[in-house]
Nanobody, 119 residues
Protein backbone atom coordinates (compact mmCIF):
# COMPACT_ATOMS: atom_id res chain seq x y z
CA UNK A 1 0.00 0.00 0.00
CA UNK A 2 0.93 3.64 -0.50
CA UNK A 3 -0.15 6.55 1.67
CA UNK A 4 -0.17 10.16 0.47
CA UNK A 5 -0.73 13.29 2.58
CA UNK A 6 -0.74 16.79 1.09
CA UNK A 7 0.34 19.98 2.86
CA UNK A 8 0.78 23.63 1.94
CA UNK A 9 -2.56 24.76 0.61
CA UNK A 10 -4.08 28.06 1.65
CA UNK A 11 -5.06 31.56 0.57
CA UNK A 12 -2.72 33.44 -1.75
CA UNK A 13 -3.11 36.72 -3.65
CA UNK A 14 -3.17 36.81 -7.45
CA UNK A 15 0.37 36.88 -8.77
CA UNK A 16 1.65 35.12 -5.69
CA UNK A 17 3.41 31.81 -5.22
CA UNK A 18 2.78 28.69 -3.20
CA UNK A 19 4.53 25.36 -2.70
CA UNK A 20 2.57 22.19 -2.04
CA UNK A 21 4.08 19.10 -0.45
CA UNK A 22 3.04 15.46 -0.54
CA UNK A 23 4.47 13.08 2.06
CA UNK A 24 4.76 9.55 0.70
CA UNK A 25 4.91 6.39 2.78
CA UNK A 26 4.41 2.67 2.30
CA UNK A 27 5.66 0.74 -0.72
CA UNK A 28 7.61 3.67 -2.12
CA UNK A 29 9.94 1.55 -4.25
CA UNK A 30 6.93 0.14 -6.09
CA UNK A 31 5.68 3.53 -7.29
CA UNK A 32 6.06 3.92 -11.02
CA UNK A 33 4.96 7.54 -11.39
CA UNK A 34 3.58 10.41 -9.34
CA UNK A 35 1.71 13.56 -10.11
CA UNK A 36 -0.42 16.47 -9.03
CA UNK A 37 -4.04 16.90 -10.07
CA UNK A 38 -6.59 19.55 -9.24
CA UNK A 39 -10.36 19.81 -9.19
CA UNK A 40 -12.45 22.96 -8.98
CA UNK A 41 -16.13 22.88 -7.96
CA UNK A 42 -18.29 21.66 -10.84
CA UNK A 43 -15.29 20.74 -12.98
CA UNK A 44 -13.47 17.56 -13.87
CA UNK A 45 -10.23 16.64 -12.18
CA UNK A 46 -7.30 17.65 -14.38
CA UNK A 47 -3.61 16.87 -14.52
CA UNK A 48 -1.25 19.59 -13.32
CA UNK A 49 2.10 17.81 -13.59
CA UNK A 50 3.62 14.36 -13.36
CA UNK A 51 7.00 12.74 -12.84
CA UNK A 52 8.13 9.19 -13.58
CA UNK A 53 10.65 6.96 -11.81
CA UNK A 54 13.61 8.26 -13.84
CA UNK A 55 12.79 11.85 -12.94
CA UNK A 56 11.36 13.00 -16.26
CA UNK A 57 8.57 15.52 -15.82
CA UNK A 58 5.68 16.57 -17.99
CA UNK A 59 3.06 19.32 -17.89
CA UNK A 60 0.03 20.39 -19.85
CA UNK A 61 0.83 23.43 -21.97
CA UNK A 62 -1.25 25.65 -19.71
CA UNK A 63 0.76 24.67 -16.63
CA UNK A 64 4.39 24.27 -17.63
CA UNK A 65 5.38 27.95 -17.51
CA UNK A 66 4.12 28.47 -13.95
CA UNK A 67 4.11 25.10 -12.19
CA UNK A 68 7.09 22.89 -11.38
CA UNK A 69 6.97 19.36 -9.99
CA UNK A 70 9.94 17.98 -8.05
CA UNK A 71 10.76 14.96 -5.93
CA UNK A 72 12.96 14.68 -2.85
CA UNK A 73 13.84 10.99 -2.62
CA UNK A 74 15.76 11.41 0.64
CA UNK A 75 12.71 12.84 2.41
CA UNK A 76 10.05 10.97 0.42
CA UNK A 77 8.29 14.20 -0.49
CA UNK A 78 6.75 15.30 -3.76
CA UNK A 79 6.51 19.05 -4.34
CA UNK A 80 4.52 21.34 -6.57
CA UNK A 81 5.90 24.87 -6.88
CA UNK A 82 3.27 27.28 -8.19
CA UNK A 83 3.99 30.84 -9.32
CA UNK A 84 2.06 33.74 -10.88
CA UNK A 85 -1.19 32.34 -9.55
CA UNK A 86 -4.59 33.52 -10.77
CA UNK A 87 -8.13 32.97 -9.45
CA UNK A 88 -8.53 30.27 -12.11
CA UNK A 89 -5.98 28.21 -10.18
CA UNK A 90 -8.36 27.95 -7.22
CA UNK A 91 -9.04 24.25 -6.69
CA UNK A 92 -8.52 21.25 -4.48
CA UNK A 93 -5.09 19.87 -5.31
CA UNK A 94 -4.44 16.13 -5.05
CA UNK A 95 -1.25 14.12 -4.89
CA UNK A 96 -1.30 10.93 -6.97
CA UNK A 97 0.85 7.81 -7.14
CA UNK A 98 0.73 5.06 -9.73
CA UNK A 99 1.75 1.64 -8.46
CA UNK A 100 3.77 -0.86 -10.45
CA UNK A 101 2.68 -4.43 -11.17
CA UNK A 102 3.73 -5.45 -7.66
CA UNK A 103 0.96 -3.13 -6.41
CA UNK A 104 -1.40 -4.52 -9.06
CA UNK A 105 -1.24 -1.26 -10.98
CA UNK A 106 -3.32 0.53 -8.37
CA UNK A 107 -3.71 4.29 -8.27
CA UNK A 108 -3.37 6.07 -4.94
CA UNK A 109 -4.64 9.51 -3.96
CA UNK A 110 -4.14 11.91 -1.11
CA UNK A 111 -7.01 13.67 0.64
CA UNK A 112 -6.39 16.94 -1.20
CA UNK A 113 -5.29 20.40 -0.09
CA UNK A 114 -7.27 23.53 -0.90
CA UNK A 115 -5.65 26.39 -2.83
CA UNK A 116 -7.60 29.65 -3.04
CA UNK A 117 -6.29 32.57 -5.10
CA UNK A 118 -8.00 35.81 -4.12
CA UNK A 119 -7.36 39.24 -2.64
Amino acid sequence: QVQLVEFGGGLVQPGGSLRLSCEVSGSILNIYAMGWYRQAPGKQRELVADIIIGGRTSYPDSMKRRFTIARDDAKNILYLQMTDLTPADTALYYCHAQGSRRLRGRAYWGQGTQVTVSF
